[in-house]
């Protein structure tokens, strides 16, 4: 396959591009490193499959020669990144899956949109199964990544039905693993730094609220599925073992040897108080489930922050 991934040189991105070359196949990635780097691809330029196109995607997009995927991974990911960055989450959630759409209908290709888990807000059923509509606030801070996403959906579910397009959406739960930014503001980059340097651990709230981890080769591994198999409906992709973010920061602490004292900093406005994805779907039809458990993932991704550091 010829494949083009925006957002290839972020997290998952650049995890993604690894797998399809690995796999053997053709990438094309494309990013405007708003919160991309280049250091997470480094290792691919060497690989004559492989090529970089710095180009934001809300803005037309061409690609010369065939393309028999796209995958639109493009956006700022973490609650601290799309509220810096607010107008060009909304942006490239909207007006980029549109661009990104038009090119894979043009080339006649497959194409995967990166959904989340936020499209259920803070949800009032757990797990959350496919079927489940969420509970979005549409005008609070995070409402610009949610809705955005939620578009996106729609968009894409618009361009199967009325041009028949072969179409994929997965909704990706709360993934880690290496290449997660230090300053990206999330959970597990945020404690880790902290454990590591000594510094006071942030747990926002009481902590109670819980998420379920997921590490990026399960999730890469299912989304590679997921290209391959023929479900034209939204698939959830994540670790469904659920922990409070208490038990993760004293979890990051203990595997860390750190000292860090664990303290309490208010709750971000609208943090969902429970999230665990409902896989039933993901191990029915696609035969995947998450291999790699928690406290084994968290080791992996510690060396990488300790080696970052
Ligand atoms: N969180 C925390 N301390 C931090 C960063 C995040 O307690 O330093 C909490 C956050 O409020 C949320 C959970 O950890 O309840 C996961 O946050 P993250 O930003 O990783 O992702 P989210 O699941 O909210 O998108």
Redesign the pocket.
């Given at each position: 396959m010829r494949v083009l991934i925006t957002g290839g040189a972020g997290f998952i991105g650049s995890h993604l591009c690894e797998l399809f070359l690995r796999e053997g196949h053709s990438v094309i990635c494309m990013d405007n490193l708003l919160t991309g780097r280049l250091e997470n691809i480094d290792a691919l330029f060497h690989n004559e499959r492989f090529s970089f196109v710095k180009q934001d995607v809300t803005n037309f997009i061409h690609v010369a020669g065939p393309l028999d995927a796209v995958l639109h991974f493009a956006s700022p990911a973490?609650?601290?990144d799309y509220l810096h960055f607010p107008i060009p989450t909304l942006k490239v959630g909207a007006l980029g899956t549109h661009k990104a759409l038009g090119l894979a209908k043009d080339k006649k290709a497959t194409f995967m949109l990166a959904s989340t888990?936020?499209i259920y807000g803070d949800p009032d059923v757990n797990p959350q199964p496919e079927r489940y509509w969420g509970n979005v606030n549409p005008i609070g801070p995070r409402g610009v990544y949610d809705e955005a996403k939620r578009f996106a959906e729609a968009m894409t579910m618009a361009y199967h039905r009325f041009h028949k397009m072969p179409v994929r959406i997965v909704r990706i739960f709360?993934t880690y693993g290496p290449r997660m930014r230090i300053q990206d503001?999330?959970?597990?980059p945020?404690?880790m730094t902290?454990a590591i340097k000594g510094r006071p651990?942030?747990?926002?709230?009481d902590?109670s609220?819980t998420?379920s981890l997921c590490y990026v080769s399960d999730l890469a591994s299912g989304l590679y599925k997921l290209l391959l198999s023929d479900i034209e409906t939204p698939v959830n992709i994540g670790n469904p073992h659920e922990i409070t973010?208490l038990e993760?920061?004293e979890t990051i602490k203990r595997l860390a040897r750190s000292k860090s004292k664990i303290i309490r900093?208010p709750?971000?406005a609208d943090?969902?108080k429970q999230?665990c994805p409902d896989i039933a779907l993901a191990k029915k039809r696609l035969g995947w489930s998450p291999k790699v458990q928690l406290e084994e993932g968290l080791k992996k991704t510690l060396g990488y922050f300790k080696a970052e550091l």
């Open positions: 973490s609650p601290v888990s936020e709360n503001g999330r959970a597990v945020n404690f902290q651990i942030t747990v926002y709230g902590g609220q998420r973010v993760l920061a900093k709750l971000p943090d969902p999230r």
